[in-house]
């Protein structure tokens, strides 16, 4: 069983940084991708980036720039590095698991097999 869990988030002013985690469990970037999307109030959920050992990593133009994806094999974990946070990045993040059938379209959600439970990021002004 696949089992994705997210921490990292919490309450931070326009202008700092977060480091979201994903430890992942019966799955790695060598079965597929992991990635992550969030979801604003209001708002459709939206692909944020995805790393996976075959095809590296992927990012939503919208982030690029400012977020950095990583892996830590030996914990089997993902990080997501969110700088020069801004109000609109409020969302909650999820972490998922995309089959490598589906690594290519990694921000689409269709392609998400295992979503985690989310963590919630806060920005304010």
């Known amino acids: 069983e696949v089992q994705l869990v997210e921490s990292g988030g919490g309450l931070v002013q326009a202008g700092g940084s977060l480091r979201l985690s994903c430890a992942a469990s019966?799955?790695?970037?060598?079965?597929?991708?992991i990635g992550w999307f969030r979801e604003a109030p209001g708002k459709e959920r939206e692909g944020v980036s995805c790393?996976?050992?075959?095809?590296?990593?992927t990012y939503a133009e919208s982030v690029k720039g400012r977020f950095t994806i990583s892996s830590e094999k030996t914990k089997n974990t993902v990080y997501l590095q969110i700088n020069s946070l801004k109000p609109e990045d409020t969302a909650v993040y999820y972490c998922t698991a995309i089959p490598n059938s589906g690594v290519k379209n990694c921000l689409d959600p269709f392609y998400v097999d295992v979503w985690g439970k989310g963590t919630l990021v806060t920005v304010s002004s």
């Open positions: 019966g799955f790695s970037t060598d079965d597929g991708a």
């Open positions: 790393i996976s050992s075959r095809d590296g990593v």
